[in-house]
T-cell receptor, first 109, second 113 residues
Framework: GQNIDQPTEMTATEGAIVQINCTYQ??????LFWYQQHAGEAPTFLSY??LDGLEEKGRFSSFLSRSKGYSYLLLKELQMKDSASYLC??????????WGAGTKLIIKP | IAGITQAPTSQILAAGRRMTLRCTQD?????MYWYRQDLGLGLRLIHY???????GKGEVPDGYSVSRANTDDFPLTLASAVPSQTSVYFC????????????FGPGTRLTVL
């Protein structure tokens, strides 16, 4: 079966750095997405990786290792508004998105 | 409007009733999707449409139907609602079906009693 694993919940301090991991086992791979979802709101696109390596976008970076079936989202200089769930999704060989259950990130002052 | 809208925002429905969730986008995206989101689970694809006039089944299509008469609208119908269909429903769209980023509507919170 296809599986996306992420930690259920993480806590970090305002101003710090946090890394959210995602491991996947899917039938094929055609890219990995990270989305942010604030409570009660829609998921919004953060980043996309299809090749190995690091993609940087402001305070957020996303890393991919296809050989390890692994990705992480790195958030720097954490702000209270970064409190949200972070969803990892993999596009499989049929170009369907397989979603992880999400990681709830709690930021403390 | 700009983006994707969904209606209603929330609904409480008696089991056995028929319900249509509406989704409209004004971005001229070809592909549209319906997901359900349940606590502790990832988003699960119900149905999708790669272009107007075509639809396909996702991971959890049973009990749901869709139509795509034009580019902008993609309604989801529950023919006879059951309590297990209590969920938050998100509509999404992308420029093309297989290669593009999906953008989500605000969601519909549905409770079936």
């Amino acid at each position: 079966g296809q599986n996306i694993d992420q930690p259920t919940e993480m806590t970090a301090t305002e101003g710090a750095i946090v890394q959210i991991n995602c491991t996947y086992q899917t039938s094929g791979f055609n890219g990995l997405f990270w989305y942010q979802q604030h409570a009660g709101e829609a998921p919004t696109f953060l980043s996309y990786n299809v090749l190995d390596g690091l993609e940087e976008k402001g305070r957020f970076s996303s890393f991919l290792s296809r050989s390890k079936g692994y990705s992480y989202l790195l958030l720097k200089e954490l702000q209270m508004k970064d409190s949200a769930s972070y969803l990892c999704a993999v596009r499989d060989s049929n170009y369907q998105l397989i979603w992880g259950a999400g990681t709830k990130l709690i930021i403390k002052p | 409007i700009a983006g994707i809208t969904q209606a209603p925002t929330s609904q409480i429905l008696a089991a056995g009733r028929r319900m249509t969730l509406r989704c409209t986008q004004d971005m001229r995206h070809n592909a549209m999707y319906w997901y359900r989101q349940d606590l502790g689970l990832g988003l699960r694809l119900i149905h999708y449409s790669n272009t107007a006039g075509t639809t396909g089944k996702g991971e959890v299509p049973d009990g749901y139907s869709v139509s795509r008469a034009n580019t902008d609208d993609f309604p989801l119908t529950l023919a006879s609602a059951v309590p297990s269909q209590t969920s938050v429903y998100f509509c999404a769209s992308s420029v093309e079906g297989s290669t593009d980023t999906q953008y989500f509507g605000p969601g519909t919170r549905l409770t079936v009693l």
